[in-house]
């Protein structure tokens, strides 16, 4: 295995702990008063994880192919911090060349709260996810048709969509 393959395993075992964090954190908090709740709720509540995995489902049942990304934009050392931005650029492009026939979902794991992480578990143990940067290619059925996990491969992204479209 290479440094940068344990890199990112290592970031993934590190946001999986500071999500159970969070969720212990949440649930032994009881003494916390309605409106500090309220705000401390909403400091973590990010719009585009609002039911993720319904979003998902609805993707699935759109009857076109979509992409799921898993990345992480937040801070972390400056190597990773460059594979990931690079990679979040790549991916960005090719969900704004292809809006019109495709959906998307891009998960920020970094912005997932409590609430959404049982739905971002949830479509990662389906779908097999490991490691972040993941981009998994769903056909228009709703299958699984490709897990891409590492860096960015723009060549084969490109021809399996242009087989789904």
Avoid at 13 to 20: K, T
Avoid at 110 to 128: C, F, R, V, W, Y
Wanted: contains cysteine; aromatic residues 6%.
């Amino acid at each position: 295995m290479n440094k940068k393959n344990l890199l990112i395993i290592s970031i993934v075992v590190v946001l999986i702990g500071a999500v159970i964090l969070i969720k212990e954190l949440t649930r032994t908090n009881n003494n916390v008063s309605a409106s500090q709740a309220n705000t401390v709720q909403t400091a973590n509540t990010n719009a585009d994880f609002t039911k993720l995995y319904e979003k998902y489902t609805n993707l699935k049942k759109s009857g076109k192919p979509f992409l799921v990304v898993f990345s992480y934009e937040g801070q972390c050392c400056e190597s990773t911090r460059l594979l990931l931005e690079k990679y979040n650029k790549q991916v960005k492009g090719i969900i704004e060349e292809y809006k019109n026939k495709i959906g998307s979902l891009y998960i920020d794991v970094e912005k997932a709260n409590a609430q959404d992480n049982e739905g971002l578990s949830k479509i990662a143990g389906e779908n097999k996810v490991a490691q972040i940067p993941s981009l998994l290619i769903v056909d228009a059925a709703g299958n699984k048709k490709e897990l891409f996990s590492g860096e960015f491969q723009r060549e084969k992204v490109i021809n399996i969509l242009k087989s789904l479209s």
